[in-house]
């Protein structure tokens, strides 16, 4: 029967790793065990209990946050202040970012990654590092937190995290495109913030974003039917090329997004490993025990 531990600060974090390390047990991380947990683990350590805002600053646009904090509840949280994220997850904000997905607002904002000032993160050594700043002009020392985005917990472990924000725009609305038009569309000069397609519910949908002044908003979604924001709840990312997303949800279940040349498949994928992940995870994690 797996073991389940939920520490509650950094040290608990750092004891736990240690004594996993020192039986040699297996440990899968998980936030709020939102998504499926397939990995051979001894142990499942859940972040669940290391949540809450640590520090919103309005003047450099950024706000510290624990791991295990519902990534729904920083939303909240951020909106009664007039600021958001641009990213839509359903789990936790440690999940968003070892998950790495793309999203609607990864056109014009990246990656989750590329939001990520900084971290506090414990490695597979149990060791707690602290690196990053809290501006995008932040340079200096190891991006140990860059390296453990999309690695889904197998480098190392999110305990506090460092995010851009932005304010939130006057009105955000989603409309309805064809699919045929859904990659013209994000190369116009309508400038939607995002469009995505999925084949959620049989038939292919596609829905774009767009976001700024009421008027300017009002003025680009005329003539479109609303939309609505569609959600696909699966860690599994395949990559195609530009212009050429669409053709996955010909071949599986799945939410693409255009321009982007990335998608959330249902189909659960094998992760490569590639030779500089397995020299991060030799210095990172030498007893592999973080699966």
Same mark, same amino acid.
Not at 135 to 148: D, N, Q
Not at 275 to 287: Q, V
């Given at each position: ?12 974090? *750092? ?33 669940? *209990? ?37 990213? !839509? ?49 932040? !340079? !200096? ?25 932005? *304010? ?7 409309? *309805? ?35 700024? &002044? ?21 860690? &599994?990312? $395949?990559?195609? $090329? ?14 693409? &997004? ?34």
């Amino acid at each position: 029967m797996v073991e389940i531990i939920e520490p509650r600060d950094h040290d608990e974090v *750092k004891d736990a790793v240690l004594e996993m390390s020192r039986d040699k047990k297996k440990v899968k991380v998980v936030g709020i065990q939102s998504n499926p947990i397939n990995a051979k683990a001894d142990v499942i350590l859940s972040l669940r *209990k290391i949540t809450g805002v640590l520090e919103l600053s309005e003047d450099d646009n950024y706000v510290k946050v624990r791991a295990g904090t519902p990534f729904h509840e920083l939303q909240e949280f951020l909106g009664k202040r007039g600021y958001m994220i641009p990213h !839509s997850y359903w789990g936790s904000v440690g999940g968003l970012f070892s998950l790495n997905l793309p999203s609607i607002f990864s056109f014009w904002f990246g990656l989750p990654k590329d939001i990520l000032l900084g971290a506090t993160v414990c490695t597979g050594l149990g060791e707690i590092v602290r690196s990053g700043g809290v501006t995008t002009k932040f !340079s !200096s020392g190891y991006k140990i937190w860059k390296a453990l985005s999309g690695a889904m917990g197998k480098l190392g472990i999110f305990l506090d995290l460092t995010i851009k924000i932005i *304010k939130t725009p006057e009105e955000m609305r989603f409309v *309805k495109v064809n699919p045929d038009d859904a990659y013209p569309l994000m190369m116009s000069n309508k400038r939607p913030w995002g469009v995505a397609c999925g084949n959620l519910t049989g038939e292919i949908e596609c829905n774009a974003l767009f976001a700024g &002044f009421s008027r300017v908003v009002e003025e680009l979604s005329s003539g479109y039917e609303l939309g609505r924001l569609q959600d696909m709840r699966s860690p &599994f990312i $395949r990559n195609t $090329r530009l212009g050429e997303e669409i053709s996955i949800l010909h071949q599986e279940r799945a939410l693409v &997004f255009p321009g982007i040349g990335m998608g959330i498949i249902g189909k659960e994928m094998e992760a490569e490993m590639t030779k500089s992940f397995f020299m991060l995870k030799r210095a990172l994690d030498p007893s592999f025990i973080l699966v």
